[in-house]
């Protein structure tokens, strides 16, 4: 794209973007680009269309279909000036899906198997505060308020800080990793990524490593243990607007995919079947 892509580079700085989003939507446009070896400048809807349709029926993934029409509906908006060629293609419908769930001794045995000290560290950060991975990665020394028992997250998805919660079971393993290892510059856990910080790739590796270790066959990654934080604090009774804030999430629609992910709330109601014949079963005529 040579020039076309340096002049994206800068609408995305310009429009605010994060440098993790705009690398991917540059990575969508050279596709396209690469695709129709042809220069964006020089193609339309019919191209965008015909480039999409061959990525629906591969198929890949609706995270990767959305995220690649946010790419070329910013190329041709921003970059290009040309709205009109993506004002009326169709967004994909997302599949609804219910995230996996691991159980507190599943959780306790999986990081029973992470050897490294800052791994097991990330990890549990992971699961007692409901961080992203690529936010627990990016802790700093000054984010950690053990008097108000709190961590500041800072941009976190979508830009934007929040406060969530400080496990004093983690503050003691963070505190025995700080004594014993001193990590030097700006990072709870320096790495070899270009900013300095352990990468996510790599907090993925340790994470299937050990839920292989452990035992567990469901078929979880690194986020599950956001969507178990938030699970089991809905089992525990926490009320569903907490666990937005702690989350960050902007609309409590989000955080209510885990009333369905409760099972202490199932295990509590009884099915029409068992009270077919008893006296709370009458009113079913």
């Known amino acids: 794209m040579g020039e076309l892509r340096e002049r994206m580079a800068a609408d995305l700085k310009i429009a605010g973007h994060s440098p993790s989003t705009a690398k991917v939507y540059l990575l969508y446009a050279r596709q396209f680009a690469r695709f129709h070896m042809r220069s964006p400048a020089e193609m ?14 591969r198929p890949v993934s609706a ?14 908006s921003a970059t290009l000036g040309r709205p009109i060629e993506v004002d009326h293609i169709p967004a994909h419908r997302r599949m609804r899906r219910l995230p996996l769930i691991l159980s507190g001794t599943e ?34 020394p000054e984010d ?11 941009q976190g998805k979508g830009r934007k800080d929040r406060y969530t919660l400080l496990s004093r079971r ?13 990590p030097e510059g700006p990072w709870l856990f ?5 900013e300095g910080h352990i990468g996510t790739d790599s907090v993925r590796r340790v994470f299937v490593d050990a839920v292989g270790k452990a035992g ?8 599950s243990l956001r969507h178990s934080f938030a699970t089991h604090l809905r089992e525990l009774g926490v009320d ?12 409590i629609k989000t955080t209510a995919v885990y009333l369905h992910t409760t099972v202490e709330t199932l295990m509590k109601t009884k099915s029409p079947l068992d009270q077919l014949g008893t006296a709370d079963g009458q009113v079913l005529g």
């Open 144 to 154: 950690i308020d053990s008097k108000r028992r709190v961590i500041r997250v800072v």
């Open 216 to 223: 567990i066959t469901k078929e979880v990654r690194p986020h």
């Open 63 to 76: 995270d990767t279909m959305r995220q690649v029409r946010a790419s070329l509906t910013f190329l041709y």
């Open 190 to 194: 320096p790495g070899e990524t270009p």
């Open 44 to 57: 339309g809807r019919d191209e965008i269309r015909e480039f999409l349709l061959h990525l629906a029926e």
């Open 107 to 140: 959780v306790g045995q999986l990081l029973g198997m992470i050897r490294k000290d800052s791994y097991r560290v990330i990890v549990m950060a992971m699961y007692s505060a409901g961080l992203r991975s690529r936010e627990a990665v990016r802790l700093r």
């Open 170 to 182: 983690f503050l003691l393993e963070l505190r025995s990793y700080w004594a014993t290892t001193r």
């Open 240 to 251: 569903l607007s907490v666990i937005q804030a702690l989350l960050g999430h902007a609309n």
